[in-house]
């Protein structure tokens, strides 16, 4: 559950981050289309392992997004904003590496390979759960 609600709100703020960015680069920068696909990505990804991979690219498009978009918010007196948002993305980012949930994943597979659960999880169709990774 932390990491669904952590990569929502990595999201979010990448979303502002990119409301910034099209105020103050366009909507037509290429940075700015890349890091709005990245965002569509994760957004639109089903299961922890394609969540992981549209959360690295999105991490990637999102500080390019930012390096660029920096010294504009700067100029545009808009730089705490852009800092206060770029602070809960990178946090999010901490919060997610720092989870249990892949360690719990591994512990759920392991125990369900043994016996009797292996006996068990053919009869009942229960699988191994998909790692964050």
Do not use: C
């Amino acid at each position: 559950v932390s990491i669904a609600s952590d990569l929502t709100a990595r999201a979010n703020a990448a979303a502002n981050i990119l409301t910034l960015g099209e105020g103050l680069l366009g909507q037509e920068d290429a940075l700015v289309a890349g890091a709005r696909a990245a965002l569509d990505d994760l957004n639109a990804a089903e299961g922890p392992a394609a969540r992981y991979e549209a959360n690295a690219r999105l991490a990637s498009a999102v500080d390019a997004l930012y390096q660029q978009l920096a010294p504009k918010a700067e100029q545009a007196g808009k730089a705490d904003m852009l800092q206060t948002q770029w602070s809960e993305f990178l946090s999010r980012q901490d919060i997610i590496r720092h989870d249990g949930y892949n360690e719990a994943a591994q512990a759920f597979n392991e125990t369900l390979r043994g016996f009797p659960a292996v006996l068990l999880g053919r009869i009942w169709q229960i699988e191994e759960v998909e790692l964050f990774a």
